[in-house]
Antibody, heavy 122, light 108 residues
Framework: EVQLVESGGGLVKPGGSLRLSCAASGFTFSSHSMNWVRQAPGKGLEWVSSISSSSSYIYYADSVKGRFTISRDNAKNSLYLQMNSLRAEDTAVYYC???????????????WGQGTMVTVSS | EIVLTQSPGTLSLSPGERATLSCRASQSVSSSYLAWYQQKPGQAPRLLFYGASSRATGIPDRFSGSGSGTDFTLTISRLEPEDFAVYYCQQYGGSPRTFGQGTKVEIK
């Protein structure tokens, strides 16, 4: 079964740091670009960051650039998001999601994890 | 950055009725790189369509996607009880891969 499982969420104070992980299984992780998408409580979806299969291409939303770092370990079938200098507006459910095609640079997100909640509050 | 505007914000319909959801882009979406997602409360989004009109695996044929350029449409021909949810469009022709704000389809 194709699956993504996020972990690492929790409560953190403003200015603090958190590292999210996403464990992939059931497919060739090293072939697909991967992404983080977040959803603030009661709000819509916001793309956060993307990383290509070999980590050659990395992109960030302006709202997190300079504070968040995406990375992956293909040997461990894992995706990560290091979040520093966290703000209240970073409070959200964070989903990892797979690019549908192993060939295209950009694609739709066909597999999603269940999400992990990050709360930034004093 | 391509801004996607979805309308209406909320659609109140009865089971068996037809639903038509719109997604308009602020500039042309290259090669129709437009996706639709369905999200139910407490669940992750589910891919419905990619390439504007290509149905994802397991999506019933009462769902259809169409459009090109700046105007895209998701149609549900006859609403089933499980179709009441929030629907998002997303463009993935370039970075950032932006989402629309969503359309909620609710039971009338």
């Amino acid at each position: 079964e194709v699956q993504l499982v996020e972990s690492g969420g929790g409560l953190v104070k403003p200015g603090g740091s958190l590292r999210l992980s996403c464990a992939a299984s059931g497919f060739t992780f090293s072939s697909h670009s991967m992404n983080w998408v977040r959803q603030a409580p009661g709000k819509g979806l916001e793309w956060v960051s993307s990383i290509s299969s070999s980590s050659s291409y990395i992109y960030y939303a302006d709202s997190v650039k300079g504070r968040f770092t995406i990375s992956r370990d293909n040997a461990k079938n894992s995706l990560y998001l290091q979040m520093n200098s966290l703000r209240a507006e970073d409070t959200a459910v964070y989903y990892c999601a797979r690019d549908r095609s192993p060939v295209r640079v950009y694609d739709a997100f066909d597999v999603w994890g269940q999400g992990t909640m990050v709360t930034v509050s004093s | 950055e391509i801004v996607l505007t979805q309308s209406p914000g909320t659609l109140s319909l009865s089971p068996g009725e037809r639903a038509t959801l719109s997604c308009r882009a602020s500039q042309s979406v290259s090669s129709s790189y437009l996706a639709w997602y369905q999200q139910k409360p407490g669940q992750a989004p589910r891919l419905l369509f990619y390439g504007a009109s290509s149905r994802a695996t397991g999506i019933p044929d009462r769902f259809s996607g169409s459009g090109s350029g700046t105007d895209f449409t998701l149609t549900i021909s006859r609403l089933e009880p499980e179709d009441f949810a929030v629907y998002y469009c997303q463009q993935y022709g370039g970075s950032p891969r932006t989402f629309g704000q969503g359309t909620k389809v609710e039971i009338k």
